[in-house]
């Protein structure tokens, strides 16, 4: 790849739902990013990231856990409802954690990391030409996800990343210029 590939790798990385559910992406295209995710910087070498994978049914598991986290907290039905069905939307949901360090600082670093780890992961995706979306486990729900995916208690739930076979071009995107202050 040279450099201009590269750049235009970043770019081309957008935030896409609109999948071929069945579609298949198969378990090793998976590990390749999990693996891509690992190589992230980490300060102090921690290891922060876990990863669980979920396809076919398994995925509506991940959301009925979900689900019933939010309904416990009194969330509105039509949201909850929504969320039992909405990891079907892609053939494979990654859940990455953060473990939590042994400091606030740590686990705040270790939460930066592992974010860099995603990207890492989208970018790898978006090399293969697979659509990739990043979001967040909804509100209240990170144990609950956590507990599914078989995570030590106290981790973060940095993503829940949705990966398949795109079903249409994505949106190419606009950005406001990088707010840079130079001094010399
Ligand atoms: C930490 C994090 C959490 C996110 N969570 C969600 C989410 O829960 N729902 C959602 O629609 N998008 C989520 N996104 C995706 C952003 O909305 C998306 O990146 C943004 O709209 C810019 O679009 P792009 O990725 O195509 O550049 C998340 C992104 C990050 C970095």
């Not at 995710?37 to 398994?58: D, R």
């Not at 986290?69 to 892609?90: F, H, I, S, W």
């Amino acid at each position: 790849m040279n450099p201009q590939e590269f750049f235009d790798l970043v770019r081309a990385r957008r935030t896409q739902l609109v999948m071929d559910v069945e579609k298949v992406v198969d378990s090793a295209t998976i590990e390749q990013l999990c693996t891509a995710a690992i190589w992230a910087p980490n300060h102090q070498l921690t290891w922060p990231w876990v990863f669980a994978v979920f396809t076919g049914e398994s995925r509506r598991r991940l959301g009925e856990a979900a689900a019933d986290a939010m309904q416990a907290r009194g969330d509105a039905e039509m949201k909850v409802a929504k969320t039992r069905t909405k990891y079907l939307r892609a053939p494979a949901i990654v859940v990455v954690g953060s473990l939590p360090g042994e400091s606030e600082l740590q686990t705040e670093e270790n939460r930066d990391a592992v974010a860099a780890g995603i990207q890492n992961m989208l970018l790898g995706a978006t090399s293969l030409g697979l659509a990739s979306f990043w979001s967040s486990a909804p509100k209240g729900a990170n144990e609950a996800i956590g507990s599914v995916c078989g995570f030590p208690s106290g981790t973060h739930i940095t993503g829940v990343l949705y990966f398949g076979w795109p079903a249409r071009d994505p949106n190419p995107g606009e950005r406001p210029p990088a707010a840079i202050t130079w001094f010399d």
